[in-house]
């Protein structure tokens, strides 16, 4: 086998399939600032994106409680608490009624206030959840715009690779198929390193150019051996069997 890539080992195990890659990131260059619509209008338009969220979210919550256990099952609940906090509603409202601006920017802007103040924390904890606030505003622009959350190609055993992987991804992904997670950021205390050591998945963190290395090769069939810290392209037959009798 081939190792193509290497990071640091968070969850132990081997695994063994096809890679998916997660992109779904939305730039705010994309977004328009100027409303043509009445602060009210932009208002509801974000209440009701909230509102898909936090269903969302409770639905994320039962499946993680069922798969997990209700002590990791509780970083949904977190989640819950950071879309409804008062202080990120009230700075994503002010700049639709002070700025007249699109729901889409001011959620872009209240939650980078946010996310600049997690990270410049000195606490390794705190900069962790920055990767947890950015979920949850791709998760409110992706229902303001209309867009469907990264779809999963019908692979039979996959592993999810990302330049961050969030909790919702990684529970947007049947248990049985999933093999293994590899990202670009993330660490030790993340919540998807939680969660992963929870399923028993592997999982691999601090892997630099991960999603640039595999593109392209999505129809090749990887191990990931979360111990080692690798993902290494199965050459042969052979290669693969010797794997399968091992996991």
């Not at 994106?49 to 039962?62: T, Y």
């Amino acid at each position: 086998m081939k190792t193509l890539l290497s990071g640091r080992g968070v969850s132990k195990g081997l695994g063994l399939g096809s890679v998916v890659l997660f992109e779904d990131a939305i730039h705010s260059e994309d977004l328009k600032k100027s409303s043509q619509l009445s602060p009210d209008a932009e208002k509801l338009r974000l209440f009701k994106a909230v509102s898909a969220v936090q269903a969302r979210l409770k639905d994320l919550h039962v499946k993680a409680k069922s798969a997990a256990g209700n002590h990791d099952a509780a970083i949904f609940e977190a989640h819950l608490q950071m879309i409804e906090d008062p202080e990120l509603a009230d700075a994503i409202t002010q700049h639709i009624d002070q700025s007249l601006t699109t729901a889409e920017w001011a959620v872009w802007q209240g939650f980078d206030a946010f996310i600049q103040i997690f990270s410049a924390s000195d606490s390794d904890y705190m900069r962790e959840r920055v990767l947890d606030l950015k979920d949850l505003r791709t998760q409110t622009l992706n229902e303001l715009l209309g867009r469907a959350s990264s779809q999963i190609p019908p692979t039979s055993a996959l592993i999810l690779v990302a330049k961050d992987l969030t909790p919702s991804q990684t529970f947007s992904v049947d248990r049985s198929r999933l093999q293994g997670l590899v990202s670009e950021q993330g660490g030790e205390t993340s919540h998807t390193a939680i969660l992963a050591r929870s399923l028993g998945v592997a999982a691999i963190t601090g892997v630099k150019g991960a999603v640039d290395a595999v593109r392209g090769l999505q129809k090749q069939m990887f191990v990931i051996d979360g111990k080692a810290g690798t993902l290494a392209l199965v050459e042969s037959d052979a290669e693969r069997e010797r794997v399968e009798h091992q996991i």
